[in-house]
């Protein structure tokens, strides 16, 4: 079966860094993206990756190895408005699009 | 209005109503998608429509309907749900089907609550 891992839940620190993981095992790949979810809203696009390395997009950069079927999530200088759930989804060889459960990201002052 | 819209936002409906969720697109997208999202569950695909074709139906029940008039707009017909029908129905669009590098951009959902 297809499957997608992330942590549940992460807590980190106003203004610091954190790592969001997922590992993915698909028949098939083509494409990473990573979206953010604030509580009640629509999740909302941040990133893609295809090949591997990483891609920075100001605070939020993401990393993808296809080898290790393995994507991180890099935020910086976290915010209050950072708090959010962040959802990993691969696109599998039919580009039918899997998603992981999500990781609640919880910011403390 | 911009983006993707839905309506209702909320709705609560007894198991032996008929209700339909409307979702449309401002963005010029061919493919528009319903997702069921319950909590701490990954969302879960129910239908793509390309071109205003279905191309997906992942064995969701046929208590669930779904029409797509046109390649903006995109109908869930719902009738005698079960309450663990209950959750955010989210509709998303993208540019097409079957190609890589397509984000999906997503409307605000409908809570759905069945009684």
């Known amino acids: 079966g297809q499957n997608i891992d992330q942590p549940t839940e992460m807590t980190a620190t106003e203004g610091a860094i954190v790592q969001i993981n997922c590992t993915y095992q698909?028949?098939?790949?083509?494409?990473l993206f990573w979206y953010q979810q604030h509580a009640g809203e629509a999740p909302t696009f941040l990133s893609y990756?295809?090949l591997d390395g990483l891609e920075e997009k100001g605070r939020f950069s993401s990393f993808l190895s296809r080898s290790k079927g393995y994507s991180y999530l890099l935020l910086k200088e976290l915010q209050m408005k950072d708090s959010a759930s962040y959802l990993c989804a691969v696109y599998d060889s039919n580009y039918q699009l899997i998603w992981g459960a999500g990781t609640k990201l919880i910011i403390k002052p | 209005e911009t983006g993707v819209t839905q309506t209702p936002r909320h709705l609560v409906m007894g198991m032996t109503n008929k209700k339909s969720l409307k979702c449309e697109q401002h963005?010029?997208?061919?493919?528009m998608y319903w997702y069921k999202q319950s909590a701490k569950k990954p969302l879960e695909l129910m239908f793509v429509y390309n071109f205003k074709e279905q191309t997906e139906n992942n064995s969701v029940p046929s208590r669930f309907s779904p029409e797509c008039p046109n390649s903006s707009h995109l109908f869930l017909h719902l009738h005698t749900l079960q309450p663990e029908d209950s959750a955010l129905y989210l509709c998303?669009?993208?540019?097409?089907?079957?190609?890589?590098?397509?984000?999906?951009?997503f409307g605000p959902g409908t809570r759905l609550t069945v009684t």
């Open positions: 990756n295809v």
């Open positions: 963005l010029g997208h061919n493919a």
């Open positions: 998303a669009s993208s540019q097409e089907v079957g190609t890589g590098g397509y984000e999906q951009y």
């Open positions: 698909t028949s098939g790949f083509n494409g």
